[in-house]
């Protein structure tokens, strides 16, 4: 099992984080432009939660791709809770099902004035025999190129799309 964090400021408050986090315009860029995903598509989305289901590009090492199969694919089922908020997400996947465990939370806490910290935690687990920690380490691989591809693209976001003053 693998444990994964990341932190990064933004120039923005925690509220506008949280609104472009959730806007669809920003993860549709984010998911076919930044990340380069064959296939996105939300399937439900309210002003707490999503679900969407995702076809990644991912660079597999052999076993790991013939478990998969050529067509890859997750569900992703995230919620916003509770005071501070707290976005919870897991990746449901039908090559492996109770076997592959990937979920996480991200978090935005004030980072002075005009700026937040956005939080990530990943909990990585993959009870295959034999492969798991190679499973495991794919998956570390891309959380943290996700992320520093999220990063800018967020960054950018707020520079060109959100108004000066609203974050």
Not at 21 to 47: C, G, H, I, M
Not at 67 to 91: A, M, N
Not at 114 to 129: H, P
């Amino acid at each position: 099992m693998r444990n994964l964090d990341n932190r990064h400021t933004f120039a923005c408050d925690v509220d506008t984080f949280w609104r472009v986090f959730l806007d669809p315009a920003f993860n549709r860029e984010l998911f076919v432009e930044a990340l380069a995903f064959r296939k996105f598509e939300v399937v439900a989305q309210t002003e707490t939660s999503r679900t969407m289901r995702a076809t990644p590009k991912v660079n597999m090492p052999k076993p790991v791709a013939a478990l998969f199969g050529d067509g890859f694919s997750y569900e992703e089922q995230g919620r916003l809770e509770g005071t501070p908020r707290v976005w919870r997400w897991k990746i449901v996947t039908k090559a492996l099902g109770e076997k592959f465990r990937n979920e996480g939370t991200v978090r935005a806490e004030p980072a002075g004035e005009g700026k937040c910290t956005r939080i990530d935690t990943i909990t990585l687990e993959a009870k295959v025999f034999g492969i798991g920690g190679l499973i495991e380490g794919t998956a570390e691989k891309e959380a943290r190129d996700g992320w520093g591809k999220t990063n800018a693209l967020m960054e950018r976001w707020l520079r060109e799309k959100v108004p000066t003053g609203a974050g």
